[in-house]
């Protein structure tokens, strides 16, 4: 099975900080990972696509990279409604998820 | 607009049985695999089963492989979960999410709905 691991945990920033999420898959997954925003009591809401893809309706300050085992999830100029959480997923082999990164206000 | 609406949660005893429902609209229900992702209290997601759009594929994570089935009625768009023999660590809020393409496997999921909470307790 794929594991994937994210980094951090926790992160604290404020509002117009630029902020970067990391996932590493524990095997090559290639560019098949997807990121994902939810906020409490709701679903999640598919931001990124096959590691860089923005997904229709998602603001450009989202970004990903990366492919192989490292990617990383990118926020520019944080909005109050970016506080959220955050999940990676990979595709490649069946699915699997990280165990999210909490994005709190500093 | 993309709609997806699950019901059927509840309370239930282990070793128990409960069944989840999942309406779509919106869209072809039938080109679209579809998928059921939970999320224990306070935990991250899991990925549960998946179903292929025309129901020939189906895949389940390994802790539920045995216990749960997944099935669809294309003529409803509706997509179920059956789940037996029902565990504590089975209590989560399930979503169901649609796949981006048809093909169970290898997609990742575009749309959810709320979510339907089960609760595993005697």
């Known amino acids: 099975d794929i594991q994937m691991t994210q980094s951090p945990s926790t992160l604290s920033a404020s509002v117009g900080d630029t902020v970067t999420i990391t996932c590493r898959a524990s095997?090559?997954?290639?560019?098949?990972l997807a990121w994902y925003q939810q906020k409490p009591g709701k679903a999640p809401k598919l931001l990124i696509y096959?590691?860089?893809g923005l997904e229709n309706g998602v603001p450009s300050r989202f970004s990903g990279s990366g492919s192989g085992t490292e990617f990383t999830l990118t926020i520019s100029s944080l909005q109050p409604d970016d506080f959220a959480t955050y999940y990676c997923?990979?595709?490649?082999?069946?699915?699997?998820f990280g165990q999210g990164t909490k994005l709190e206000i500093k | 607009e993309v709609q997806l609406l699950e019901s059927g949660g509840g309370l239930v005893q282990p070793g128990g049985s409960l069944r989840l429902s999942c309406v779509a609209s919106?869209?072809?229900?039938?080109?679209?695999?579809m998928t059921w992702v939970r999320q224990a209290p306070g935990k991250g997601l899991e990925w549960v089963s998946t179903?292929?759009?025309?129901?020939?594929?189906?895949y389940y994570a390994d802790s539920v492989k045995g216990r749960f089935t997944i099935s669809r009625d294309n003529s409803k768009n509706m997509v179920f979960l059956q789940m037996n023999n029902l565990r504590a660590e089975d209590t989560a809020v399930y979503f169901c999410?649609?796949?981006?393409?048809?093909?169970?496997?290898?997609?990742?999921?575009?749309?959810w709905g709320q979510g339907a909470l089960v609760t595993v307790s005697s």
């Open positions: 999410a649609r796949d981006k393409a048809a093909v169970a496997g290898g997609n990742y999921f575009d749309s």
């Open positions: 919106g869209f072809t229900f039938s080109n679209y695999a």
């Open positions: 179903m292929s759009g025309r129901g020939s594929t189906t």
């Open positions: 095997q090559s997954i290639s560019d098949w």
């Open positions: 096959k590691a860089s």
């Open positions: 997923q990979q595709y490649n082999s069946y699915y699997t």
